[in-house]
């Protein structure tokens, strides 16, 4: 989690978004027909933002702010798995959600469904609502979580995107994101090709498959001048950390085999590097 300098007094000390994200995983564990750990990994003034019933990972060290002296505060991917593996937390699966995403109160039931179908890595594509604020005009609290769930998805929006990944520690324990940090592109497109490769069972569910995940508007603030930066330098961090990744991406699309799903993955990922490099 992470503190917010300017927030509205009933979200304090996040914003709206992550308040609400963090109290549906609350809420999502009391419902767990199965044991659920949630675990936060912060940087260090934003330790104390920890819920005290999550289990507090070792904190991380750097951001984007420490290393590369923007005003953005990101963590690097590797940095919060690697927490979590120093952590004395026993566990068979691992679920990441970015920190803005709303997870509908059943949604440990579901993921431990399909674990229990054999998939052995897969990805929860979200569901957006056109606005933050709920009927009658007010901004949405986790007093309207059910107000949430209960949205007809006539009236939600599908998200190509993936932000909600779960994978076996078998996967999680192999995932190298190197200097790859976390909040603008291409980083879920990097960790996606690596869940992919190292699965035996891989799935994506779209939007409206699962309805397990939400999200407030659709603000794409990752395109603003100072995003765009930081997507022009994580794009460097993949092709310079994961080059070994994009080199078989790159093989994989020449050679047209039967791994269609990986071959589309590897796709997207390299349309992703060749337009962040256009804008350079």
Not at 153 to 168: A, I, Q, W
């Amino acid at each position: 989690p992470h503190k917010v300098k300017t927030c509205h007094t009933q979200f304090c000390p996040f914003a709206q978004e992550q308040h609400l994200a963090i109290g549906s995983m609350q809420r999502a564990r009391k419902k767990s027909l199965g044991p659920v750990v949630l675990a936060a990994a912060a940087l260090p003034d934003d330790i104390d933002a920890i819920p005290s019933n999550f289990e507090r990972l070792p904190f991380l060290t750097r951001s984007t702010a420490s290393k590369y002296f923007t005003k953005q505060e990101f963590p690097f991917i590797q940095d919060i798995f690697d927490s979590l593996k120093k952590s004395d937390i026993e566990y068979d699966y691992v679920v990441y959600t970015n920190s803005d995403i709303i997870l509908h109160e059943n949604f440990y039931n579901k993921v431990r469904e399909k674990i229990h179908a054999g998939f052995d890595s897969f990805q929860i594509n979200r569901q957006t609502l056109q606005t933050h604020r709920n009927k009658k005009g007010q901004l949405y609290t986790l007093n309207n979580l059910d107000q949430i769930y209960s949205i007809e998805t006539s009236r939600l929006l599908s998200h190509p995107g993936t932000d909600c990944f779960v994978m076996e520690k078998r996967i999680f324990d192999r995932i190298d994101m190197g200097e790859v940090f976390v909040g603008v592109p291409p980083f879920t497109n990097a960790l996606l090709v690596q869940t992919l490769y190292y699965a035996r069972n891989p799935r994506t569910f779209e939007s409206f498959e699962l309805n397990a995940t939400y999200h407030l508007g659709n603000r794409e603030n990752w395109k603003s001048k100072d995003m765009t930066n930081l997507a022009t330098k994580n794009t460097y961090n993949v092709l310079y950390y994961l080059q070994g990744w994009v080199m078989l991406c790159e093989g994989k699309r020449r050679e047209k085999k039967k791994e269609a799903v990986f071959v589309q993955i590897c796709t997207a990922l390299i349309n992703k590097l060749l337009l962040s490099e256009d804008e350079v």
